[in-house]
């Protein structure tokens, strides 16, 4: 694309050149937004974030920290929580609590990843002890929701 030029004011026109060539001219501003570049138009305008356009939550952090880590206890590349626990230089209730996430109901964990859990609901309310099973786990979360 020979000929681009970014320019950040102005209007928007098209120009007709002598030998035909077309030359469409559109102000656009660049802004970072979490790392990734934004196109903003003159009004204001920005288009839809996508899904990977936007940063985690630290619910979705600390679930994709807890399979990461039950992952490598698996896999036995460590013996114990404790050694993770040492490797990432954390408290060992810490690397407990987070491979708990990983025993979660599959409709939770969906909560999780589309950030459509409740504002109120805490990581200390999913992870801490959580029910083997999971309707326990959604009788829990809802008893949650209506202490509150």
């Keep these: 694309m020979s000929g681009v030029r970014i320019q950040s004011s102005g209007e928007a026109e098209v120009m007709l050149s002598s030998d035909g060539r077309l030359t469409l001219s559109v102000p656009i501003e660049f802004k970072r937004r979490g790392g990734r570049k934004q196109v903003t138009l003159p009004n204001g305008e920005t288009g839809k ?18 399979h990461r880590w039950l992952a490598t206890l698996e896999s036995g590349e460590v013996k114990t929580l404790t050694e993770i626990a040492g490797r ?19 409709d939770i964990v969906e909560a999780i990843l589309l950030n459509a859990l409740p504002d109120h609901l805490t990581l200390f309310d999913l992870a801490v002890d959580p029910p083997a099973s999971w309707e326990a786990q959604r009788q829990r979360l809802a008893g949650v929701q209506a202490n509150l």
């Design 49 to 66: 974030p996508r899904p990977w356009d936007t940063a985690p939550t630290a619910m979705q952090l600390a679930l994709a920290r807890g």
């Design 88 to 106: 990432e230089g954390v408290d060992n209730s810490y690397v407990s609590r987070m491979v708990n996430l990983t025993t979660l109901a599959p």
